[in-house]
């Protein structure tokens, strides 16, 4: 919280004088419920309910989430170097999971 409030403030002076009165607030209201306080209260539930260990490795899984939507979304190509990452990062979470459950 306190992360993205310090954020807002200190990027407030750059972004006000750019935003008319026509920018749709409720799509950046709605998004930041979403992507801000929902998603924030859904990574905290889960922490609770897995070992801080485990939610640190998911923690490195965002990567190859992000390279994902990319792809998804945007029709971006991922590089060979991303597709040889994400694949280490899922491997490494695989064996480490594995070993947790052992």
Known sequence: FYQSL???IILAPFVLPRVS???PW???LSFA???GIF???LHFQGIKRIKAQQAGILGYAEPVFGISYAFLFFS???TK???I???LIVLGGYLIFRRFRA
């Open 33 to 35: 419920l979403l992507f």
């Open 85 to 87: 990452g994400g694949l």
């Open 6 to 8: 310090v954020g807002s």
């Open 21 to 23: 009165t026509s920018l």
């Open 39 to 41: 998603a924030t209260f």
């Open 81 to 83: 170097m991303s597709l």
């Open 26 to 28: 409720f799509y950046l």
């Open 76 to 78: 971006e190509i991922p």
